[in-house]
């Protein structure tokens, strides 16, 4: 063992550097001991029980570097090495580090109120798994934030208790189970890219939002607002609460010139409550609802569009040479990525077929649907699953027409067509007597550009519609030469 | 930042839904990213949220919580008291005097504790304790009379008062006297004795309880006169100074010591009573201990946290307190209940000789800054210090961004240069903590181990995860139970 004392006059260092540079030292394989401080009363203590001998006249303005080093060899290098490297120490102590900015770029925030707190945001899009978004959404609201809730499996009890926080503080939570909303001209969810113009959307289905803003673009027209208020909102259980927000909001801006309620089936109770608001309000209401009776989506933009004095438009469709040739007795298949479009689908059949319709083997799925999603991503997302479900179909001879929809816009996937029209044209090959429909839902802004999903589609075989209504009925022509296509009523 | 061009100059129609109709669209995105990139596709700007899922088996007491009737306004009244607090030094009078503690009984830090369960800092402190107070002759003495509980002992806590480290207040103590000029609470906490072989580290040794016979029989009385003559001293505005100063007020102090013995110098110069000799030794004492200041900053934020106490539904931390044993934290809505866990083992540096195997797991009231929104949470205004978080001082500004996840509030007095002045995080808000896994940073010194040690280093502590899930849990049955 041998012992190293020196003092440095003049070289102040805080102790925090002084601690973490005999550490350092410490930890060296040759050092059995080593402390650095400065000369103070308690220093020297330390310094004298480690069984250092520092001269006297050492003060508290002093630096003390006291150095233990194992049985040296010959050569007598490890003390060197350890006095270079503490003068590195020190040296890098006081040297700034080389990042760039001494702040950095802060973490992202870990919760949706410290998110809040950071800027000056009007709503908050939650998409966490349902169970674990009522703390996120109670914290937007807290922060005078909307909510919009995209995920599905958020208990009731909890829809309610945030909606009833929302009305006391004069904000509105779109959802659980929102898909699409469009505000101030920023789609959240699933929106399309549409132009701005007079039409407010309240929606209590987001494909049947999407359908609705989608022909009214084709149509020239655009919307101001499209409020989701999420699937359950028309349930007797919550009972309208954030329609009636969405109508009284929108009845207020602006820019809103004519309301369009879009909804899945709803209670009929709370469609009482609703159709009550809506006389109340300054702008006129129209409404669309898969129910028999009530206008499906394509009647309910023309009727927009004559309300606002517009001219309805032919709406586009791309269908192959000629057209395809019916198919007689043959099932109806429809596989859905959106629910609205698939129960407007089936309205439609049902209108036209009644109760032949189970018994002809048509048959209408949503691949949306909770069952369909449960641990994978939305139909609209991932592909997967309705691709399987096509070969399936066009595997079974029963089936004679093949009735699919194409949901375009922000959050879809980036080019649909891509899985889809090479399946669809395997299926035609490998099935001459098959026919397959696409309602396609989109706009010519949108990032898939929908004139270019049309045509690769339609190359493919398919007949594309961007109208949900016609393509069912053409469909249906196809499956019943009894059924004429155009509005039966 | 977004301007409020509402084409119609209604102002009712403007606010309406918070403006989400008539203002340019801004998003907080929790959740799927694919969601966000979606808006910023679009050129809307968007807050993405780092969002991990809370610990099995709290989602549904957070839920009873957060969904409580007026939570969120419980927890924004809580705090608010707590960052309008005014704590002043209004007078230094003798514990016995104040507290009226009873000869034979002991206060100390953290949640309760016996002497069975105390550390060795603990123990330690309570002999030094036996000592000053004349209960034993030896050392030896005072531990069997301390085992066969001759003394009583219960936590500052519960007297209005607070204790760096082992926190051990005796009758014959003098305290600092702070009171809270808004809410009128009043707050306690002893004289600082400086570093190293000291009664809060847990030494008994004779030099320790000659310092602390003096320190009651000079220093106490000294300061007294001072403060007395001065008037009250308002600590909020000097630890606001100090912060810009470089001082986090936990492990550093040294703006603030200077500040208030530039405060009370000319007081205790013009007093009488106390004479020459013995000002010009209390203040060399107090000029010779960068700590001085420590106390007195305890006590304020005591006061501040103590102002926020009792708010039913509030999920606020108003007390984090370690006794070396355990860990304890108090919360708003919760009354006097502690929930506590095991102290945990500071990570920090080292004095000469000695080591991690030598420290003693946490221990001290001095939480308590932390608590109030100093200390680690005020990191960034201390780049002196930085080397206790990993050394740089984007580390320590790192540290202090973070406690902003979990706080409520940004203080309106206490603010950071570093960060353009922006408020130093404040009011740990236990349901946030849970939500994120992020555990307030605490600064701290390190006790040795053995009784009778000291200090050995100073460092950064932890409190346990679990008692802000037990504090959770307590807080979703009294959700449940109107």
Redesign the interface.
Known sequence: MRDWVEVRRGGYH?S??L??V??QLSERPDVA?A?V?MGTE??R???G??GFAVPDDAGPDDLVVAIRVEDEGPDGTGLDEARGALDGLLRG?SRP?A?AG???E????????????????????????G??V???A???L?A???VMI??DNVPVA?EI?LKEAAARR???VMGPDCGTAV???????FAN?VRPGPVGVVAASGTGAQQLMCLLDAAGTGV??VLGVGGRDLSPEVSGRSAL?AL???D????TELIVLVSKPPAPQVLDLIREAARRLDTPVVFALPLPGEDDLTRAAEKALRALGRPVPAWPRWTSRGGAAPVPGRALRGLFAGGTLRDEAEMIARDALGRELEARGHRFTDFGDDAYTRGRAHPM?DPTLRLEALRAEAADDGCGVLLLDVVLG??AEPDPAAALAPAVAAALRDRPGLRVVVSLCGTAAD?QDRDRQAVALCEAGADVFASNAQATRHALTLVDGSIVEGTPR | ??DHRD??RDP??A??????????????????E???S??A??A??V????????PAGT?DA??AV??APG??EANARAVQRMVTARPHLVDVRPAREVLGLEPGTFLHAGPPLDWDRASGPMRGALIGAMLLEGLAETPRGAERELERGAAVFEPCHHHAAVGPMAGVVAPSMWMLVVEDAEHGGTSYCSLNEG???VLRYGAYGPEVIERLAWMGEVLGPALREAVRRHGPVDLMALIAQALQMGDELHNRNRAATSLLLRELAPALAAAEEVPRARAAEALKFAAGNDHFFLNAGMAAAKACADAARGVPGSSLVVAMARNGTDFGIQVSGTGDRWFTGPAGVPDG?????YGPDDANPDIGDSAITETAGMGGFALAAAP??V??VG????DA??AT??M??ITLAEHPVLQIP??SFRGTPVGVDA??VV??G?LPVIDTGIAGREAGTGQV??GLVEPPANVFTDALHALAEIAHTP
Request: aromatic share 6%.
């Open positions: 805080d925090v550097t601690m973490r005999s550490r001991g402390m401080a308690l220093n203590e330390m310094f029980r480690m102590a580090s990042r001494v702040l950095g802060p973490a992202p925030a870990r919760t949706t109120g410290a998110a809040a707190a950071r800027g000056d945001a009007t709503v908050a899009l939650l998409s966490v798994p169970p674990y009522f703390p996120e109670m914290d937007a807290d005078g934030l909307n995209f995920s909890q208790t004069g904000l509105i505000v101030g001209g920023a789609g959240l969810g890219a101001s607002h927000a009284a909001a929108l207020a801006d602006p820019a997302i922000y959050g990032p | 930042m977004s084409p119609n009712n129609r606010h309406r839904l918070g403006g989400l109709l008539s203002r340019e669209p801004s998003v907080v995105a929790t959740g799927v694919v969601l966000a979606a808006l596709d679009q809307v700007p807050e993405a949220v780092d969002w991990r899922p809370p989602r957070l839920a957060l969904g939570h969120a570093l190293g072989k540096l080292y004095l000469g000789g002196a210090i080397r206790f050394g740089e001082v984007p500004v790192a961004q973070r902003y996840e570093l960060l349901a946030r939500r994120t992020i280093g100073a």
